[in-house]
């Protein structure tokens, strides 16, 4: 009837009612809707048809040619999937077909470049009753010269310039020099000229939906009622559960956010141990966030994310409790044991509530590891119990306390009995196994840098380096000299070669004239330095 974009409204109107019996309907266009509609499809197709999905970007400056004030194209990578569907026509048609039982009309265009694909899809059409082209290689060569200048969606400068020079077609503009166009009408042209013909590739945002575990309330007046936010936090946190519930998944963050009066957004998370769905607990971990938070104007607008989630598990507990550390922890309800680590961490923070767990590195700074527990999900308090004692016995069977062959006039009585008496027996090594079961075998108490010492050298004072081997009489830490009475070592703690420079340590448990216990160490430089000695260092205490 010969209504078009951008005709006065009146013009359209008095077209509608000559051309027209039939009654017609005059609206406002409701953008919010349009773009709502296109994510819609956004997310339709690529849960149907590929996961690549892209919407149209929108630059700067309108498209020379385009009527267009907002998004109004998807593009999409296809390749591996078509053959599910039959082919590239049958995977547009399955599209055409899909979007028609919503009352939706599309173009289609499948072309060997994103640039090509749009081209050939707003411009490229023989035949207006069946929307779809699909282009192979060699008719994209064939039919791309034939399409208009504005389907290289360029700017309206270089547009009117190119028009002037009575420039309408693409082959007409793919046979002028590529420096002349630079010059003449600027990088924009000729880079949608590259991404046309394939030469530089035209990077795709992939679509991501909106999260669906998102729920908001507008309030009726805006307030900072502490009672009344956590009443209206309540209403969101119940169909949050149900939702994940569902789906069996549990939240493992959860992010609130205020819109404030001032504009301005106030924003609180959640850490979880496990993934949950328990209601009280997310609720009562917001209130302590809540209650700790100071928001400085009213709030008119929460909404309340479930940013990361994982799935539930359910683990049956024992029927009967038996006595024992590992029946305990096996008996252990992992709900108890969640909500303790939730509170700790919402009281703590997160990153104060860890986990450790052992390492294989050989020196004891670097013996373990600790790991945030909120936000991750956990093994059974048992699983641990065990893997943690399994570790020990295997790891105290493999350590070994050696002794020097020429010295054991430095060892307490009783060791020193039991290595001479070991040496008498057949067939024994010159060395006892550790087990960790041992008497202080470790310090209680490990620095977590060691501190230098002080030794007393052959000619009276007290040096941080020494040439002797032998383990020092006295000592000396803070200025206050100590006389070593027992002892009892070495044993020998050495890294790979394979981490880099070798780390090599002869560690010493040592009784002092005051009665105190301490875990020393003779550290031994590189091989490939000039200075041979070596310095002692205090590691650890035994309580």
């Known amino acids: 009837m010969g209504v078009k974009p951008q005709m006065p409204l009146s013009h359209a109107v008095e077209l509608l009612r000559q051309g027209s019996q039939q009654p017609f ?103 207006p009753a069946r929307p779809i082209a699909v282009v192979s290689k060699l008719a994209e060569e064939r039919f791309r010269g034939r399409l208009p200048i504005e389907s290289l969606r360029i700017f309206p400068e270089p547009y009117q310039n190119l028009k002037r020079l009575g420039i309408d077609r693409l082959d007409q503009l793919f046979s002028l020099p590529r420096n002349a166009l630079v010059s003449r009408f600027g990088k924009p042209l000729v880079l ?41 936090i309540q209403k969101l946190v119940n169909p949050l559960c149900a939702e994940l519930a569902e789906c069996q998944k549990g939240a493992l963050k959860v992010c609130l956010r205020f819109d404030l009066v001032d504009r301005t957004k106030k924003e609180l998370e959640v850490g979880l141990f496990s993934p949950t769905v328990d209601e009280q607990q997310i609720v009562g971990l917001l209130q ?18 479930a940013s990361l989630t994982g799935p539930l598990r359910t683990v049956q507990n024992d029927l009967f409790h038996q006595r024992g550390v590992g029946s305990w922890a096996e008996g252990l309800s992992d709900v108890e044991l969640n909500r303790l680590i939730n509170a700790l961490g919402a009281r703590l923070g997160d990153r104060s509530v860890v986990s450790v767990s052992s390492t294989k590195e ?4 670097e013996a373990f590891r600790a790991t945030t527990l909120i936000g991750l999900q956990r093994k059974t308090l048992s699983a641990r119990f065990s893997e943690k004692r399994k570790h020990s016995e295997k790891s105290g069977s493999q350590a070994s306390m050696r002794f020097p062959d020429d010295d054991t006039s430095a060892l307490p009585k009783t060791d020193r009995n039991q290595t001479r008496l070991s040496r008498e027996c057949d067939n024994l090594p010159a060395f006892r196994q550790a087990t960790p079961n041992d008497p202080m075998r470790r310090p209680t108490t490990l620095l ?20 002797s081997t032998l383990l020092p009489s006295q000592i000396q830490l803070a200025g206050k000299t100590h006389q070593i009475v027992h002892s009892w070592g070495p044993e020998r703690i050495e890294t790979g070669w394979w981490k880099g420079s070798t780390v090599r340590r002869d560690y010493y448990r040592v009784e002092l004239h005051d009665g105190q216990w301490w875990w020393i160490f003779r550290g031994f430089c590189a091989s490939e330095l000039a200075d041979r000695r070596s310095w002692w260092m205090l590691h650890g205490y035994f309580d």
């Open 25 to 127: 309907q005059l609206c406002q266009r409701d953008t919010k809707a349009d773009d709502a509609m296109l994510h819609s499809i956004a997310k339709f197709i690529q849960q149907r048809i590929t996961p690549v999905v892209a919407l149209e970007s929108l630059d700067q400056k309108k498209w020379a040619g385009v009527t267009r004030y907002q998004r109004e194209s998807l593009m999409g990578d296809v390749t591996g999937v078509s053959h599910l569907f039959g082919g590239e026509s049958g995977l547009c048609e399955a599209i055409a077909s899909a979007l028609s039982r919503y009352g939706l009309a599309c173009r289609l265009a499948v072309a060997e470049t994103v640039a090509a694909a749009w081209a050939f899809s707003h411009y490229g059409w023989s035949n």
């Open 192 to 232: 949608q000229l590259s991404r046309m013909l394939g030469e530089v590739d035209e990077p795709l945002r992939t679509y991501r939906p909106p999260s669906e575990n998102q729920y908001a309330l507008d309030l009726e007046y805006p307030t900072r009622d502490i009672p009344l936010l956590l009443d209206r």
């Open 362 to 365: 050989p020196l004891p700074e």
């Open 448 to 467: 977590a840098k060691p501190l230098r010492l002080l030794v007393l050298s052959a000619n009276g004072a007290f040096v941080h380096k020494t040439q």
């Open 288 to 305: 302590q966030q809540l209650e700790a938070t100071s928001l400085v104007d009213l709030v008119q607008k929460i909404d309340l994310t």
